[in-house]
């Protein structure tokens, strides 16, 4: 099966019809939950993924809390009906090491030293997935962030970058990182030129690497500008819904 | 307070550069090397303080960080043996001990608290202090502070209540004039309006609601 | 410690029922008005059916899929229904990750009851091979935003993804049986909808905010069918209701699903 599949036609053209370094349909909408304190949605492909942010809150159970700085702590989980085959309700293995790295992805990003003693609690809910879940959860958990009024160092942006068909190529379908040979996700705080969060999956050259790398930080270098975009939108709109400012 | 013509409004995000250079800054924009960088979403603003120039970042959302000197509306949440815990809409709960509820000293022994205040009341009360070391302390031993027995309870947003606080001395006046209502816009993003009763309160949420410049609070 | 955040101020519950009193609630609905619904179906193409719920501020999201395996033994010619129900965090402050809790629980259960008791699946036409193999319907809910009535709209949810949802095809050669890419719509035999009473103080409202649960003594719901049968009902809260009071919101709720039917998609096998 997988060396049947094959994920790059003659023209240059991936399995969606997609040029090598060319990004899935992107959408982000900001301030969708009302209970949250901040939230975000992002549909990336055939992503489908909600974002809430509680807090800074108090943190239960009490002896958790940290007397410098606020705890952050990331749930990423999926619905069951997000994938496929119908996934058990409970969080696995996989589950459980990507709200990890999501939380250290964003972490240095946000000013945790201003909240000392609170907890700030991000959840992530897959509502559908197509691959590349955790770099869209990452880019949408920032907005979410921001939008709960948490004070950021810069916004987290992420994006998987992998090896198919064995060339480099920009966010990862299902299919691609299914059936491909390398799958690179990374996240970054644009503006910082830092990398937040890295991870690969597969076998890469060094050359190859570096040239993942490149194409990660294009990649990255968009969704920047459409998580910008969406932010700064909802907030102008709230303002216009003012007679007076 | 808030003037800002309509078209001109910049609104600045975290991580994006506000200004280059020597400037002074407030708390949420930090600086890297000459880079003067917005932590949160919100209107650049420069002002002068002291001759100097000062920049800042007016937040457009931002959770309630309690001041020594604030008036907030606490809710009861939970009483303990000399205190009670109070929610203030910040990060951290606030304490209101039974000194600065009693004018007498008592025996803790002899008294039930929730005789005084009990889980789910309002108050009105003053932050006396706080620092990020320990949770905000209270009192109510004031004149204008205390138990709210009556009223109208709103929560808005913090860029709704900085609206509202922007023209409070209109609509103090407003409320008192055409509801006859006392308004009381705790700095806690809170308000409570209190008449003789629903009648005159609900004048007064109109009113508000005028005042914020559109139908939903 | 005390679950602090469940606390409403006391004056506010006052305002509650002083409205009440004068025949109106804080959003401005008279007692018997339900909130405004809005039902979007087919938002999940991983999923077999879907529905994206809006009820006021209350958020929920239903997704269907199918397995196929061995028949329970006591129902051999039967398919199986699963209802599930989660109250995820993002939905609330309150809410956390883990273990099912009571109200995720409760929820689930009323929910599949309703489903069951009208018969809204034909469970009998989801067998393939009789005694060996049959479709298992699972019905997973979410809670995406919680502003009071959550039982209502997860029915509405879960019905509204039950109607859409389309299984695949099988073909069935000696032992083997092959799960065919074409799909045809489940089988349905009626609808359900579940209208829920807030008893607060002496008064009763339709379809409470989370406002109005906090400040309810007790909790009515009432499933119909689309002959307006009754086929569920759970009694919930600290309170209690008179049997005049049941009987009379009996007649209310059937007046009230009437309208709220006519929002529910059509069924794909009609």
Redesign the interface.
Known sequence: MKSKLKLIDESGRRIDGRLLDELRPLRFEVGI???????AYIEQG?N?I???V?????VHPRHQAR?DR?LLRT?Y?M????????KS?T?GRREIEISKVIREALEP?L?LE?????AI?V?I?V???DGGTRCASISAAALAL????I?????VTAVAVGKVDGRIVLDLNHLEDQYGEGDMPVAM????NAITLLQCDGTFTLEEFKEALELAKKGIGVIYEKQ?EA??SK??D???????? | M?????EK?K?V?????VKVGDIKTT??V?K?DDKL?S???GIPKMKRRRGERVLSVL?????YIPKEGDIVIGKIVDIGVTNWLVDINS???AILPISEVLSKPVNVSKIELKDYLNIGDLIVARVIAFD??RDPLLTIKESRLGKATRGLFLELS??DWL?LKSKEKTLLRGVKKKANCNIVLGANYRVLMIGKGLEEELKALEIVRET???RST | MSRIEHVIPLIKQKTIRALLEKGERLDGRKPMDFRDVEINVG?????EG?AIVNLG?T?V?A???L?MASPFPDSPNSGALIV?A?L??????LFE?GPPKEEDIEISRVVDRGIRSSKLIDLEKLVIVTGRKVWFV?V?L?A????GNLLDACMLAAVSALLTARKPKTRIEGDHIEILDEKEPIPIGNTAISITFAKIGEYVVVDPTYEEELAMDARLTICYDKEGRIVAIQKGGSGYFTSEEVIDLGKKGLEISRKLISKLPTPLSE
């Open positions: 939950l009302k209970n949250a304190d901040g939230s055939g489908k909600a974002v809430a509680y807090g800074p809150r108090e007397p606020a749930k989980r619905a069951t009906f997000s994938v496929k085959d119908r309700p969080p990003a000013l201003k909240f000392p003693r609170t609690d959840f809910e509502l559908q997935a921001a939008d709960a009024g004070p950021m160092r810069d916004l705080m644009p503006s910082l910008r932010l700064r907030y102008l709230a303002l216009k819904t003012y007679r007076v400012i | 808030i003037k800002v013509k309509r409004i609104i995000l975290p991580g994006e550069v708390t949420e930090i890297l960088v932590t949160l979403i937040p457009l959302k931002t959770p990060p951290w709960k990020l070391t913090s860029w609206l914020l410049g559109r | 938002v999940i193409d991983s999923a879907s501020n958020m999201i997704g269907v899929k397995g599930n989660e995820i965090p993002l939905a609330s402050p990750y699972y997973d979410y995406l935003n919680h502003d």
